[in-house]
């Protein structure tokens, strides 16, 4: 996860990867804290699903970045646990 400010920017390659658990596990922790998923989408990159979440604290003033590899093409629905990701959800899906 990297914390960002309004306006700055950040490489593509500096976004931090977590494995799977760990990224799933942070969205879910960071939204029970009152963080807003901003965007929440997918790339297929090298052949690979890659995910990526912004995340935003309006009280905090910061965004958050992260994304994961999986490791095939399917991954678990975060929809139940926080339904804010639901749209976010089925377009990767589509």
């Known amino acids: 996860m990297k914390n ?6 950040l490489a593509l390659d500096q976004v931090p990867g977590l494995d ?5 596990q942070t969205m879910l922790d960071m939204t029970d804290r009152g963080w ?3 965007s929440y989408f997918g790339a297929m990159i090298g052949g690979r699903l890659h995910l990526y979440a912004l995340l935003s604290s309006k009280a905090a003033g910061m965004f958050s ?3 994961t590899r999986l490791a095939d093409r399917h991954f678990p ?3 139940v646990l926080s339904p804010q990701v639901h749209l ?5 899906a589509e």
């Open 4 to 9: 960002l400010r309004n306006g700055m920017k």
């Open 20 to 24: 799977e658990a760990t990224f799933l």
């Open 36 to 38: 807003r998923v901003s």
């Open 65 to 67: 970045v992260l994304t």
């Open 77 to 79: 629905s975060l929809a």
């Open 88 to 92: 976010f959800e089925r377009e990767i």
